[in-house]
């Protein structure tokens, strides 16, 4: 059969390798997988297929009848293979496809639960706080939560028997041995003190952390959160202090501006003392700052008292400055919305999803404090 | 503290409206809390004549009136049986709002006739609960004239709020001076009065205290009126107190009340006959009680301050009267006490008996020492006025405390501290008008009724309060000329570190209290006495925390009830070592319950102790330390289940962090169920970081050469670390291996009993050359060796 067809292919016509060809196309067109692709690979272009004779043929040739038909053989050889290589590339291409559609999965299924994270509402206003003040160059102070009757107290002209100390509704522990007691701290103010006697004015801090006081309803809770500033240097006055406050909370507030209302008041460790009110809108049961005709409280402040910095080792004719004091649960209140102060301590986990914040939103002033 | 306008007009010469004066007082620091305008609910209403009053034609207790209101005659159906032509009574129209039901009056037919309007009872008006009838009017009111002038209830009521360091004000005198000052009109002078002395008083008076005590009442004076009669007071009187919300008692009581609450100057007064000899203040005697005014018996102790007589004690001096000696409707000779008592002692005596009285309020915050005998006499007029009698004459005994001084005022210190510029004249009108008195040069001397004032920045403060702190400049802050410096401490920015990375890995923050209940702080560990609170606001929040664990767990049991099980907790705040000032540490703790939401897919995490161990190496790392740096340990606390958790530690003493699962009885005291994974990183224990000159990093060196990896299985004793045959490997040739990892860790068949199977991965990193297969085959015969050396591993076969 072979030796046939190499005598039929060297004595052949064109007519004879042209059908050759043409079968050897269709035989390719016809393998309906890489199996059968493979059988025909072997057929035609294998060490004893048809191809393969046609072009063994062309070494018993002459000259003359090589250069004949040397093009011709070769140029089938050549769309044979092209033609198995591009049958084979479709055949991959349907296996594929087939594949894939195999492989299909329901889109609509919900993504796999990641836990997300939530930062609590008072850890993030201290750190929106803490850009604010630290871009007017205060640092942050930090004090003890068990406090000296003398730090907390007596140091801020308050002394024994003051009515303030009632105002306060301090907690106590224990008494030791020598009869004194140490105390919860009911303002974070024990630290203005811890300052002032650690350190040469000019001072400039912030102080936030958690207080005491023997309360609780709706809006007072046993432990909250103060956040207070003290400058103290030869000349900063009142004036300065309104203007930390208002820059403060049209900041904080992220609004072009909050209307303040500075009270004259009283606090035994400021004279003169104020309280300062924001003008916001309390019709429908919620606070709008920036609008309406009702005052909101937001803290307590004043000239730090003379006596103050003086039992606290500073000359009080060289030195003067001012100190507030605010809830930073209230402030985180009155931004984010949150009615119960109760519930900031609840670790309520709907809550807590609701008002906290993600992990990346970092308060920037460069960003804006809040998304 | 409350007053109405017209009292305040007693003292005050203004024509400033009720909210021009509101607004001032709370600019000038005495905070107005409410103003209450009963005028303004009554204004709608107006006196109207009943023209004539037919019965219902389909009712028989109704009548249909014509009603002429001054504007216009209107049909009204009425229902009170005293309706009848020729009354007067108060209309009411449609679409008014009625005070006592606060319902909306709508035009309506009433059993087919129209009816448009209300006559009203007082019980409608807000007035009483007399509803009998319609409120019939006197013959002489002018027909359609308002009803609240009729009246006389056209009064506002006006509430503020008084800061601590303001005696004066407690009296509604007081109030008018701080607004004459603030130039809101002209405080009345004050009448001088004589009282001429009709007979000697009988009572004698004493103070009876040694020199320690002294000060508890340095000044008692008393005058006798014979031959009062005592009764209801005037109409007038009773009007001024129970529009304050005081009841009228008999005119010789409400006299005191109304001097106490107009003058800030507290009187009692004695049914003369009924006292038995000298009558003098002393300190109580232990074991003594006495029957106060408000018919409760309170037992003494030897610090407060008492008014007695031969009988005993009478009274609690500044606090409350006694009620055996009180006046009565039958009593005919009084004696009148005005009295100077210690602020401090009366605070405390109120404070210890639980008495709240509008004397405590005054004698707490400091009576003006100087108006002892003048307050006495305007009682005694009063008396005379009202009750008729006569005087006697004054008896004082002791002398008031002097407080006389003066204080410098340095107008300059207004703008110093204040940033206000205020010229010094105007700043002593102000200072005058609140009554300091100019004495020499700089020199002022301080009004007898203003115990706060003590320096110069006292004076600043008046002057500032008066002339307005919204007058001061709002004066930028100089800033920084740079660009603002880092301001956390290393401490600031672990904490912020630690919470952002926890809340990254899917842990929710929560503050809770830092106090617990005794019984709870016993499972982490418990506290020493000295960390228990003398005062806890309620039996269960009585022990500061020895852990932040305990909050956080309750706060799980509470989420769990709600049905919410599977949750991430954590908080970053103080937990107590010890009770003086700075012994507390700061943790950063955490709790895992479950797995996270159930869900088609894996579930995010496992409640066990390498999920804790893991959350605790992210901290470690976002606080800068190395986690490999760190020890640990199979040794966490008592809290811990004792197999799965553990310690880390620099050095035997400080403890970094313990993780772990919670022990089962710690999770059944919360009534959770586990397991529970959780953790404590003692912030403060962490090393600092080193303070590096540049923010350069080490150079990054790569090498070109293939890595090889080579697995081993090793069986050793079950007891032994896994991390002493990691470490064994690692260091089996320290330039050539780069990482060690555990892929397989394996306890049970075809492992002998009491050992385990411990496949890990080392990976070789040459740095100068291809290996050859004799190279990697020396390295791994050394790892062999190592890890053989150290643990007694054989390779499991």
């Known amino acids: 059969m072979r030796v046939q067809t190499r005598e039929a292919i060297r004595s052949c ?129 930090e004090g003890p939560d068990i406090e000296t009757d003398d730090n907390n107290f007596t140091k801020l002209n308050i ?13 106590y522990l224990k008494a030791k041995a020598d009869g004194t007691r140490h105390l919860l701290r009911t303002h974070t103010s024990p630290v203005q003190v811890r300052t002032m006697l650690a350190q040469k004015p000019p001072i400039r801090i912030i102080v936030p952390g958690r207080v005491y006081r023997m309360d609780s309803d709706q809006t007072h809770t046993p432990m909250f959160h103060q956040i207070e ?106 931004k984010y919305g949150a009615p119960d102060l109760r519930a900031f301590f609840e670790g309520d986990m709907r809550w807590l999803k609701h008002y906290g914040f993600a992990a990346l939103d970092m308060p920037s002033l460069a960003g804006g404090l809040s998304r | 503290m409350k007053f109405t306008l017209s009292w305040l007009k007693d003292h005050l010469d203004t024509d400033a409206p009720v909210e021009k004066i509101a607004d001032t007082l709370t600019h000038i620091g005495l905070e107005v809390e409410s103003v209450h305008d009963k005028a303004k609910d009554l204004a709608p209403f107006t006196v109207a004549y009943v023209v004539s009053a037919e019965k219902h034609p389909n009712a028989d207790k109704l009548r249909v009136c014509i009603v002429d209101t001054g504007k216009e005659k209107l049909q009204v159906v009425c229902g009170a049986p005293n309706a009848r032509a020729g009354m007067k009574g108060v209309f009411a129209h449609a679409g008014t709002t009625i005070p ?80 004459a000052a603030a130039n809101l009109g002209r405080l009345k002078p004050d009448a001088a009065i004589k009282i001429v002395p009709r007979f000697k008083n009988p009572i004698a008076i004493g103070l009876h205290f040694d020199d320690a005590a002294k000060n508890a009442c340095p000044v008692f004076a008393g005058r006798m009126v014979k031959g009062v009669k005592n009764g209801p007071s005037p109409a007038w009187l009773q009007q001024r107190l129970k529009a304050v919300g005081l009841r009228p008692i ?41 029957l106060a005014l408000d018919g409760k018996t309170y037992e003494l102790d030897a610090e407060m301050c008492v008014i007695a007589d031969d009988n005993g004690v009478l009274g609690l001096g500044g606090v409350m009267g006694g009620e055996t000696t009180g006046v009565t409707e039958t009593t005919t000779n009084v004696f009148i006490e005005s009295a100077y008592f210690d602020p ?101 001397a301080v009004p007898s009724w203003r115990p706060d004032v003590h320096g110069p920045a006292d004076l600043v403060e008046e002057v500032v309060r008066i002339a307005g702190l919204d007058k001061i400049p709002s004066t930028p802050l100089p800033r920084p000329s740079t660009v603002p410096l880092p301001v956390l401490t290393p401490m600031q920015k672990r904490v912020r570190a630690a919470k952002r990375t926890l809340a990254s890995r899917g842990m929710t923050e929560a503050m809770t209290w830092s106090f617990v209940a005794k019984a709870q702080a016993e499972l982490f560990g418990g506290v020493p006495e000295a960390l228990l609170l003398a005062n806890p606001i309620s039996a269960d929040l009585d022990a500061m925390r020895p852990s932040v664990l305990p909050g956080l767990l309750a706060a799980a049991g509470r989420n769990a009830a709600r049905g919410q099980k599977d949750l991430g907790l954590f908080e970053v705040g103080p937990q107590f070592t010890g009770p003086e000032p700075g012994e507390q540490l700061t943790a950063a703790s955490g709790i895992r319950v479950g797995s ?109 050469y293939q890595a090889v990896e080579r697995d081993f299985a090793f069986v050793i004793d079950a007891k032994v670390p896994a991390t002493d045959v990691i470490k064994a490997a690692a260091t089996a040739d320290r330039a050539l291996i780069e990482s060690v990892t555990v892929f397989d860790v394996y306890e049970g068949q075809g492992v002998d009993p009491g050992k385990k199977s411990i496949a890990i991965s080392v990976r070789l990193q040459p740095k100068d050359r291809t290996l050859t297969e004799a190279e990697i085959e020396a390295a791994m015969s050394k790892i062999k060796g190592a890890v053989a050396k150290a643990t007694g591993a054989t390779l499991r076969a």
């Open chain 1, 159 to 171: 002394p024994p028997e003051h009515p303030a100390r009632q105002m306060h509704d301090t907690f």
């Open chain 2, 100 to 179: 006592g039901t606060g319902v909306e009056l709508k035009k309506s037919a009433i059993r087919g006739v129209e009816s448009n309007g209300m006559l009203c009872s007082e019980r409608e008006m807000g007035l009483s609960q007399e509803h009998d009838g319609i409120i019939e009017l006197p013959d002489d009111a002018p027909i359609g004239k308002p009803f609240a002038e009729v009246l006389g209830t056209n009064d506002p009521l006006i509430e503020i709020k008084l800061t601590p360091n303001r005696p004066d004000c407690t009296g509604v005198r007081g109030v008018a001076r701080d607004l």
């Open chain 2, 344 to 444: 401090v002692r009366t605070a405390r005596t109120g404070r210890e008996l639980g008495i709240n009285s509008d004397a405590r309020y005054r004698f707490e915050r400091g009576v003006d020492p100087e108006y002892v005998t003048e307050g006495l006499d305007l009682a005694t007029k009063l008396v005379m006025d009202l009750c008729g009698g006569e005087p006697s004459d004054l008896t004082v005994a002791g002398r008031a405390p002097d407080t006389k001084r003066d204080v410098t005022f340095d107008p300059g210190l207004v703008e110093k501290l204040c940033g206000l510029k205020i010229h010094a004249g105007e700043a002593m009108t102000i200072l005058d008008r609140l009554g300091f008195r100019a004495v020499v040069g700089t020199r002022v």
């Open chain 2, 596 to 704: 996270g939401p159930r869900n088609w897919g894996k579930q995010p995490w496992n409640a066990d102790v390498f999920q804790a161990k893991a959350d605790v190496m992210a901290i470690l790392e976002a606080c800068g330390v190395a986690p490999d740096s760190a020890q640990v340990t199979a040794d966490a606390p008592a809290w811990y289940h004792p197999g799965r958790s553990g310690a880390l530690r620099l050095g035997p003493k400080n403890v970094l962090a313990y993780f772990g699962e919670l022990h089962p009885r710690v999770l059944a005291a919360y009534d959770l169920t586990g397991p529970i994974a959780a953790f404590e990183v003692m912030l403060e224990t962490l090393p600092a970081q080193k303070a590096k000159p540049t923010k350069t990093k080490s150079k990054l060196e790569l090498s070109e």
């Open chain 1, 13 to 141: 016509k064109m007519q004879d390798l042209s059908k050759l060809e043409n079968e050897a196309l269709a035989r390719i067109a016809d393998a309906g997988d890489e199996a059968a692709l493979e059988a025909a690979r072997v057929d035609l272009l294998g060490k004893k297929g048809s191809i393969s004779e046609a072009l063994k043929t062309l070494g018993t040739m002459t000259p003359d009848e090589r250069k004949a038909k040397g093009p011709i053989i070769n140029g089938m050889r050549d769309r044979v293979t092209a033609a198995l290589a591009a049958r084979k590339g479709a055949l991959g291409d349907v296996a594929l496809e087939a594949k894939l559609k195999a492989e299909r999965v329901d889109v609509t299924l919900p993504v796999r639960p990641e836990m997300q994270g939530r930062i609590h509402p008072v850890s993030q206003i201290l750190d929106e706080a803490t850009a604010i003040f630290a871009d007017m160059g205060f640092a942050i102070a």
């Open chain 2, 250 to 290: 008999s005119a010789l009581v409400d006299i005191t009340n109304l001097i106490s609450l107009d003058r800030a100057r507290p009187l009692h007064v004695y049914d003369a006959d009924k006292l038995k000899g000298e009558i003098h203040a002393r300190l109580a005697k232990k074991g003594e009680s006495v």
């Open chain 1, 229 to 334: 500033g003290l400058v103290i240097d030869e000349n900063s006055h009142m004036g300065h202090l309104k203007w930390i406050l208002e820059e403060f909370c049209r900041a904080l507030f992220e609004v072009p501006k909050v209307e303040m209302r500075f009270r004259p008041s009283h606090f035994p460790f400021t004279e003169p003392s104020a309280e300062v009110d924001i003008r916001c809108d309390r019709s429908g049961g919620e606070v709008k700052l920036g609008q309406g005709n009702d005052w909101l409280e937001i803290l307590g402040c004043g000239m730090v008292h003379p006596k103050v910095i003086e039992m606290c080792g500073h000359d009080p004719a060289k030195y003067q400055g001012f100190a507030w004091g605010m809830g930073l649960d209230r402030l985180a209140m009155l």
